[in-house]
């Protein structure tokens, strides 16, 4: 018998209690940074800033959108194409910081990072609040169920339909939205800490289903991923940046829109599952025009 703690339980116990953790690994020494501190505010742009100190993104836990390996390393389709562009903008370092996804887009007001890199779904009230760049990932959802869907949990309507359905969110997600959005009542949510978390609540029968991307359910073993739910949004995201940084993010989508032209672009996404050709032609306005 071992008390020793893994690194991915105590990662974990910071989400589910909203908490922040700052990883280095590849990317940066870990660090503190106190909001409205040097690193938070300083002199010139955030370009500039971020050139000569590094770019400090919030990301998730969840593959494949981001991933905190063993050692600390973050990585992931959005991490790993957040650092592509920095590369193309003479940014050097950027570093992750572990965040719950419902305080990341406080975090970013409250200058505890300089953009969100998460797979954070674009959404009308996420795009009043936050400038998102040019998209990189559109994706899909499904439900997570237990081997032959016993409950035949298929579409979002069969949720609205039966009330006796109880399905799993992360608290904050678009996939909480969604519901929310159809009129599912507060009582058939079910917050879980990630999708290892719904995975368990499915296992100990506290939930029939839970709900994320289609990818992020098929990182799962032992759970039924079903066919993309036909009447859920077509959800993307890219890089989320604060209003203010304005100029930061017109130089970013420059280099983003080049960087998208090339077979490196392609390479991220096709290794971590996703097709690089659905982003053809999506616009942020499109993704951020969807409710909720």
Do not use: H
């Amino acid at each position: 018998m071992t008390t020793d703690i893994s690194r991915r339980q105590l990662f974990r116990g910071a989400l589910a209690l909203g908490g922040v953790v700052a990883v280095g690994g590849s990317l940066a020494a870990c660090s503190t940074t106190e909001p409205g501190g040097p690193e938070a505010g300083g002199g010139g742009g955030l370009l500039d800033r971020a050139r000569a100190q590094g770019l400090r993104i919030a990301i998730g836990n969840e593959p494949p959108y981001t991933e905190l390996a063993a050692d600390g390393t973050v990585t992931g389709a959005e991490p790993d194409v957040v650092k592509a562009v920095c590369a193309r903008l003479g940014i050097d370092k950027v570093e992750g910081i572990v965040s719950g996804y419902d305080a990341m887009i406080p975090g970013l007001k409250a200058n505890r990072w300089d953009a969100i890199a998460a797979g954070l779904f674009m959404k009308k009230s996420r795009c009043a609040e936050v400038n998102y760049a040019a998209p990189v990932i559109v994706s899909t959802e499904s439900f997570g169920v237990k081997p032959g869907n016993p409950k035949n949990v298929l579409t979002i309507a069969d949720v609205t339909d039966r009330a006796e359905l109880r399905v799993g969110v992360v608290p904050g997600g678009f996939e909480q939205g969604i519901l929310e959005g159809a009129g599912v009542p507060a009582q058939q949510i079910v917050n879980v800490t990630d999708a290892r978390g719904g995975q368990d609540a499915l296992a100990a029968d506290r939930i029939d289903a839970f709900l994320l991307p289609t990818l992020s359910l098929r990182e799962l073993e032992g759970v039924e991923v079903t066919d993309p739910i036909p009447d859920a949004p077509k959800t993307g995201s890219s890089a989320a940046f604060r209003p203010d940084d304005a100029d930061f993010l017109e130089a970013y989508n420059t280099e983003l829109e080049a960087f998208k032209a090339t077979p490196e672009f392609d390479e991220i996404l096709e290794k971590w599952g996703f097709d690089p050709t659905v982003v053809d032609g999506v616009t942020t306005e499109e993704l951020c025009s969807v409710d909720g």
